[in-house]
C-alpha cells in the first residue's frame, strides 16, 4: 500500500505537469481559432463581392455557347460537303464559288475587292497589279515586263479569255523600251540630213562633216556631265536617279538646233570673205572678230532666260540643265577655239569645191570688210 501510495503521489507530480501544458495549448487554440474566424470572414467579404462577376461570366459564357450551336448548327456536315462535292465536282474550282464569298463580304472589304474584280457585272473582267521593284529603266524591270506579257499571253489562251497587260508602268516601260531601240537612228539621221544641209548651205564638204563632228562631241561632254549630275541613288539634282530615252532624244536635237545657229554665223561669214579674197587664215580671223560678240552675247542672254526655268520648276529641270551646259560648251570651246582651229589646218580644203573669185598673192594684203570708200570697221573678239 504504501509502495502504491508513493506511485500515486509521483503520478499526481506529471498529472499537474500536463495539465498545466494543456492550459496553455488551450491558450494558443483559442488565439488560433480568432485568426481563423477573421479569415473567414475576409473570405466570406471576397466571396460576396465577386458574385456580380461571376454572374457576368456565366453570362458571357452563355451567349457564346449559343453563338456556337448556332455556328455549328449552320455548317454542313462532312456528308453533305461529299454528297455537293459528287453532284458538283468542278464548284470548289470554279470561280465563281470564290465570287460570291467575295461578293458577300462585308461592305468594306467588298469595296476593296471591287478595285480588282469588277463585282457590278457579275466578275466579267478582273485586274492583277503587279509593283516592279526596280526602276522603269532598268534592264530588271524591262525582264519583267516581257515574262509578264509572255504569262498574259499563255493565261488568255489557256483560258480562253481576253487578257492583255497594261497599265501605266507597262505603258512607261514600253515606251522607254521603244524610244531606247530608235535612239541611235534618230541621232546618225538627225546627223546625216544636218550635214548635207551644211553641204548645200555652205557648198562644201569637208567644213560640215568637222561641225558635225563638233556638235556630236558637244551632245557626248552634255550628257556626260548630265549624267554626273542627275543619276544615282542620290543624285545632285534630284530626280528619279535616271535619264529617260526621250529626253535624250529631246536633249540632242536641242543641242543640235542651238549649236548649229552659232556656228553657221561664223562659217557663212567665213565663207563669203574666202570666196572675195581667197585668204582663208584672213577670212577666219576676220568671221571670227565680225561674228563674236553677236554669238557669245546671244548664248549669255540664252543662258539667262534659261536659268529661270531651270529653278521655277516648270520644266523638266534635266533637259534645261543640259541646253545651259550645251551652251556653254559650244560658246566657250567649240566655236571660237576648236571648230577656228580645224578650219585653220584644213587650210584652203576646208571650202572644197568652192573656189574664190580673186587668187590671192603674198604681198598683197587683204581688203578691208568695209565698203569702198568707207573706213574699215574695228571690232574687237569677245
Do not use: C
Amino acid at each position: 500500500l504504501a509502495a502504491g501510495i508513493g506511485r500515486l503521489a509521483g503520478g499526481g507530480g506529471q498529472l499537474t505537469d500536463g495539465l498545466t501544458q494543456l492550459r496553455d495549448g488551450a491558450g494558443q487554440l483559442a488565439a488560433g481559432l480568432g485568426l481563423l474566424t477573421g479569415g473567414a470572414g475576409e473570405l466570406a467579404g471576397g466571396l460576396s463581392g465577386g458574385v456580380p462577376k461571376v454572374g457576368e461570366l456565366a453570362g458571357g459564357l452563355g451567349l457564346m455557347e449559343s453563338g456556337v450551336a448556332k455556328f455549328r448548327g449552320s455548317l454542313p456536315s462532312t456528308e453533305d460537303l461529299e454528297r455537293l462535292q459528287a453532284q458538283a465536282p468542278g464548284l470548289f474550282d470554279s470561280g465563281y464559288f470564290v465570287l460570291s464569298a467575295v461578293d458577300g463580304a462585308q461592305p468594306a472589304s467588298r469595296n476593296q475587292a471591287t478595285f480588282a474584280v469588277n463585282l457590278e457585272r457579275g466578275g466579267n473582267a478582273g485586274q492583277i497589279t503587279v509593283i516592279p521593284r526596280y526602276a522603269s529603266s532598268t534592264e530588271t524591270t524591262q525582264a519583267l515586263g516581257e515574262d509578264l506579257a509572255r504569262r498574259t499571253q499563255a493565261f488568255a489562251r489557256q483560258s480562253g479569255m481576253t487578257a492583255v497587260l497594261g497599265g501605266p508602268a507597262g505603258e512607261l516601260a514600253d515606251f522607254e523600251s521603244s524610244i531606247s531601240s530608235d535612239i541611235w537612228p534618230v541621232v546618225v539621221g538627225l546627223a546625216i540630213a544636218v550635214t548635207l544641209i551644211l553641204m548645200i548651205a555652205l557648198r562644201s564638204v569637208l567644213v560640215p562633216l568637222v561641225t558635225v563632228a563638233f556638235n556630236l562631241l558637244t551632245a557626248a561632254a552634255t550628257f556626260g556631265v548630265v549624267t554626273l549630275l542627275t543619276t544615282g541613288e542620290d543624285p545632285l539634282l534630284g530626280g528619279p536617279g535616271y535619264i529617260d530615252a526621250l529626253q535624250v532624244i529631246e536633249t540632242f536635237a536641242a543641242i543640235f538646233g542651238i549649236a548649229l545657229v552659232y556656228e553657221l554665223v561664223l562659217l557663212y561669214r567665213t565663207r563669203e570673205l574666202f570666196v572675195r579674197t581667197g585668204r582663208s587664215h584672213e577670212a577666219l580671223a576676220q568671221g571670227l572678230r565680225e561674228t563674236a560678240g553677236a554669238a557669245t552675247g546671244a548664248a549669255v542672254v540664252m543662258i539667262a532666260a534659261i536659268v529661270p526655268f531651270a529653278l521655277s520648276g516648270l520644266f523638266n529641270l534635266r533637259l534645261t540643265v543640259g541646253l545651259a551646259i550645251a551652251i556653254l560648251l559650244d560658246a566657250l570651246i567649240v566655236r571660237p577655239v576648236l571648230l577656228p582651229a580645224a578650219v585653220e589646218i584644213l587650210g584652203s580644203r576646208a571650202w572644197w569645191p568652192t573656189k574664190p573669185h580673186a587668187h590671192p598673192r603674198p604681198d598683197v594684203p587683204a581688203p578691208p570688210s568695209g565698203k569702198e570708200g568707207h573706213a574699215p570697221r574695228v571690232s574687237t573678239p569677245v
